[in-house]
């Protein structure tokens, strides 16, 4: 194990390696936001539409049992009777199917639900896993080898409806951002400041040093059209309102530029001692 270093260690290492601890020149970019996040839970929940939702897309939340399923059909029940009685007397469910001159993945049903096997369902579902049954199929008579189960899911409507809310609330979130855009327009082009624009229409203002083409750790800088946007606003640019990828919108403004300048030591301390821990590493092995 290395030894732990001392702080004096840490700061002669911090200034040592300088470049490493700097922070890039950045923008100082103010900006008003509103985002679906921030105004979803206020909007209301109609609880009639909600059980629509629910009903409408009732497969996501009752998903009946399924079986993996392999189907060997034959020419005529004759033909499977013998395949059968071959089965009984210990040949491979593999060997009928290269007899019958094809391949497993030909004979592959997949995952299919009661519903899927028609006639032969019922048997199949009621055969063991692992186990090869005789049914009649829609191509005739058949073998059917079950190959697993896959058990079925109902999520009640009680138990759905905090996530059906929760989009509920985000569409209607993004529908009212979406009939804000417009009036965000109008006022920037009279002349509003951001934060005057921000106080009217419910946004949020902040500010933010970002470095071009990097993500910084505000959350505003995750969106692709925001930092797009950051990357090359300019001091003469007048505000506009850019539509997001989750129908939020934001204007911004360019403040100045922020020069690169060495982070300090107590801020720092922590990445300092993981590069110097790492150099240690390195020249002792």
């Known amino acids: 194990a290395l030894p732990a270093p001392t702080d004096d260690e840490l700061k002669a290492w911090h200034q040592a390696n300088i470049d490493r601890f700097t922070r890039p020149e950045a923008r100082r970019i ?52 013998a395949a059968s009685a071959r089965l009984d007397a210990g040949a491979p469910f593999e060997t009928l199917v290269i007899e019958r001159g094809l391949t497993l993945d030909a004979v592959d049903l997949g995952d299919v639900s009661q519903d899927d096997l028609g006639a032969a369902g019922a048997a199949v579902f009621a055969a063991a896993e692992g186990s090869v049954t005789a049914a009649e199929s829609d191509l005739g008579p058949a073998l059917f080898r079950v190959n697993g189960t896959l058990a079925g899911e109902s999520i009640s409507f009680d138990e759905a409806r905090e996530v059906l809310a929760a989009e509920m609330q985000a569409d209607a979130a993004r529908r009212l951002i979406a009939d804000k855009v417009e009036a965000i327009d109008d006022l920037l082009a009279g002349g509003a400041e951001l934060k005057e624009l921000a106080a009217e229409m419910g946004m949020t203002f902040d500010t933010l040093d970002h470095v071009p083409g990097q993500q910084g750790t505000a959350p505003i800088e995750g969106y692709t059209a925001f930092r797009t946007a950051a990357d090359a606003v300019t001091a003469e640019d007048f505000p506009e309102a850019v539509v997001l990828d989750d129908g939020g919108v934001v204007a911004m403004q360019f403040l100045e530029l922020v020069p690169a300048a060495p982070i300090p030591f107590d801020e720092a301390r922590e990445a300092v001692a993981e590069d110097w821990r790492g150099a240690q590493l390195a020249e002792a092995l």
């Open 30 to 81: 103010a900006y008003a936001a509103l985002l679906p996040d921030a105004i979803a839970a206020d909007q209301p929940v109609d609880e009639a539409a909600l059980k629509q939702m629910y009903d409408d897309r009732i497969d996501e939340f009752v998903v009946p049992e399924r079986r993996l399923v392999e189907r060997l059909v034959f020419p005529d029940q004759a033909a499977a009777d």
